[in-house]
C-alpha cells in the first residue's frame, strides 16, 4: 500500500494513494480514504467546536482522519476504532506521528458500542448505518452523527432495500433528496425513542452521495414522546404538485385538496425541523478560525441552510414550470414575489432549483411567471 501525506483543516495525516482514474475509492483497498468527504468531514469539525463534548469515537475510522482531525483541532478526547485488522498499522503510524493522545481500538463498531460510552459518537460505514443504529444509541451520551450513502435505498430508488432498513416507505419525486433525508432521521428517532431518551436534529444535509446527520441526544420518555411527535407522513397529489404533512404513527387516507385525486404516501418519516439555526450560526463563526479546505463550498451551503424553512418538502421550479407550460423568471425573483405577499420563501440546500414556500399553489404559480 503506497501512502501519501495530506492535509485537510489543521490536520496532516497519511492516507493511501488513490487512483485518480477511480470516481470512489474501492470499499475493497486495504484502508479507505476519500478525499471527496472532506467537507463532510470539515462540517463535523466546526460542529464539535460549538459543542460542550469531552470524547469522541470515531467508530469506523479507516485511516483515522476524523478522530486525528477532532483531536487536533477541536482539543477533543478521541478513539478511533475499526473492525478491519487492515486499518490498525495506519492507525499507528498516524496516532504516533500526528497525534499521540488517541486511542486506537480494533473491534467490530457494535461490540464498542454496546461496552462504552463517549459524548458524542460518529458513525461513517460503507452505505447504510441502519445496523449500528441500536447500539449508537446507547453508546452516545450526548451527541450522534451519522452518514449514509446508501442515497439509492433512502430516496425510493431501490424501494425494497430502503424499506428494509429503514421501515419506511420514501417516493422518488423531485424532492427524493429531502425525503432520504428525513427517512434516516425517522430511522434514528425511532431507534433512540425506545431507548426512552429524546432526540433533537441539529444540522443534517444532503449532498452528492451521501447524507450526514448531526443530532443532539437528551435523556427520560417525555423528551422522547416529544420527538415521536415529530414522526408522520407526507402526502403527495398523484396529479398536481400539492402536498401536505401529516402527524402520527398511523398514515390516513385523503384526497388532494386541490384537484380531488388519490395521494401518494411517503413515510414514516421526520417532519421537524432538520437544523437549527443558532448551531449553523456558531459553525458558521467557527469557519474563519478553521483554514478549511472546503470554505467557500461551505459557508455557501450552510447560508442555504439556515434561511431554508422547515417544512418538509421543496417544490422544484422547473417541474412546476412544465406541470403548468409557462416560462418562468428566476428563482431567487419567484422567492422575492412570494415574499413581498406576505409568504415565506426560500432556496433549499438540495437542488438549485429548489423552492420552500407556505404559499398555496395558486399563488406560486402566479410568482412563476
Ligand atoms: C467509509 S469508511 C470510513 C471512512 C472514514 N470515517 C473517513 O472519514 O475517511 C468505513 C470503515 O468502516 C469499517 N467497518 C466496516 N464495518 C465495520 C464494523 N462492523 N465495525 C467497525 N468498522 C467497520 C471499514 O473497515 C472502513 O474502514
Ligand atoms: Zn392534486
Redesign the pocket.
Known amino acids: 500500500m503506497e501512502l501519501v501525506e495530506v492535509k485537510e483543516g489543521k490536520t496532516r495525516f497519511l ?1 493511501p494513494i488513490l487512483d485518480e482514474n477511480q470516481n470512489f475509492p474501492p ?1 475493497g483497498a486495504p ?4 478525499k471527496k ?1 472532506e467537507l ?2 470539515d462540517t463535523t469539525i466546526l460542529m464539535l467546536k460549538c459543542l460542550d463534548a469531552e470524547s469522541y469515537l ?9 478522530g486525528i482531525r477532532v483531536y487536533n483541532e477541536c482539543g477533543i478526547k478521541a478513539t478511533v ?4 485488522a ?2 490498525i498499522p495506519l492507525l499507528e503510524y498516524n496516532k504516533d506521528t500526528y497525534a499521540p493522545d488517541i486511542e486506537i481500538t480494533n ?6 458500542m454496546n461496552e462504552r460510552r463517549f459524548d458524542a459518537v ?1 458513525i ?3 452505505g447504510t448505518p441502519a ?2 443504529m441500536d447500539a449508537a444509541a446507547g453508546c452516545a451520551k450526548k451527541y450522534l452523527f451519522i ?1 449514509a ?1 446508501d442515497t439509492a435505498p433512502l430516496c425510493g430508488s431501490h424501494l425494497k432495500a430502503g424499506m428494509r432498513r429503514y421501515f419506511a416507505r420514501p417516493l422518488n419525486n423531485e424532492y427524493h433528496s429531502e425525503m432520504g433525508l428525513r427517512i434516516l432521521l425517522g430511522f434514528a428517532v425511532r431507534e433512540i425513542v425506545k431507548y426512552d431518551r429524546g432526540v433533537e436534529p441539529l444540522f443534517s444535509f444532503a449532498r452528492e452521495h451521501f447524507v450526514r446527520i448531526y443530532l443532539k441526544l437528551s435523556y427520560g420518555a417525555g423528551k422522547a414522546d416529544k420527538a415521536m411527535e415529530n414522526i408522520g407522513y407526507i402526502h403527495q397529489c398523484k396529479k398536481c404538485p400539492y402536498r401536505t404533512e401529516q402527524k402520527g404513527l398511523l398514515a390516513e387516507t385523503i384526497v388532494c385538496e386541490e384537484c380531488g385525486a388519490p395521494m401518494h404516501v411517503a413515510g414514516p418519516l421526520w417532519l421537524g425541523p432538520v437544523s437549527k439555526k443558532e448551531i449553523i450560526d456558531g459553525m458558521l463563526a467557527k469557519i474563519p478560525e478553521s483554514e478549511l479546505g472546503t470554505q467557500a463550498k461551505i459557508e455557501k451551503m450552510l447560508n442555504i441552510c439556515r434561511e431554508e424553512l422547515d417544512s418538509s418538502t421543496f417544490y422544484d421550479y422547473h417541474v412546476l414550470s412544465r406541470y403548468w407550460k409557462v416560462s418562468p423568471v428566476a428563482v431567487d425573483t419567484v422567492i422575492q414575489r412570494l415574499k413581498e405577499k406576505g409568504y415565506s420563501a426560500s432556496r433549499v440546500h438540495y437542488a438549485g432549483t429548489g423552492i420552500k414556500t407556505d404559499a398555496p399553489l395558486n399563488e406560486i404559480r402566479m410568482a412563476l411567471t
Open positions: 492516507v470499499a484502508v479507505f480514504f476519500n468527504m463532510n468531514r470515531d467508530a469506523m475510522s479507516a485511516t483515522g482522519v476524523r476504532n475499526d473492525k478491519s487492515d486499518a473491534l467490530d463498531a457494535n461490540v464498542i460518529d461513517d460505514p460503507f445496523p449500528f452518514t450513502t
